[in-house]
């Protein structure tokens, strides 16, 4: 059974920054590619930063420069460190695995991927 477990969320003031993890259990890491979301009240789901099984990185432009998406796969952790956190970042945040054969595949696609976790939420005051 695969499982992923987000933890870090949390409130932060505009200008802050928040470290959110991944856990997963069931599977081993390095198998997959993977990927942070996020959904905002009344929006639909966004791709916030995918990683490939190879390390390589792909980010939404709104986010660019602000966050950044690390892996680990000896301890099976996928990470979103998130700083100079705006207001209209506030939303739920998801991790995501995703299957592939391609070692450098990434994806800010949800139906690219196969396993969700239950989500995080993040608000960002102003």
């Known amino acids: 059974q695969v499982h992923l477990a987000e933890s870090g969320g949390g409130s932060v003031q505009a200008g802050g920054s928040l470290r959110l993890s991944c856990a997963a259990s069931g599977y081993s890491y390095p198998t997959y590619y993977l990927a942070w979301f996020r959904q905002a009240p009344g929006k639909e789901r966004e791709g916030v930063a995918s990683i490939s099984r190879a390390g390589n990185t792909q980010y939404a432009d709104s986010v660019k420069g602000r966050f950044t998406i690390s892996r680990d796969n000896t301890r099976n952790t996928l990470t979103l460190q998130m700083n100079s956190l705006q207001p209209e970042d506030t939303a739920m945040y998801y991790c995501?695995?995703?299957?592939?054969?391609?070692?450098?595949?990434?994806?800010?696609?949800?139906?690219?991927?196969?396993?969700w976790g239950q989500g995080t939420q993040v608000t960002v005051s102003s």
């Open positions: 995501a695995a995703g299957v592939s054969p391609t070692a450098y595949r990434t994806s800010l696609s949800g139906s690219a991927y196969n396993y």
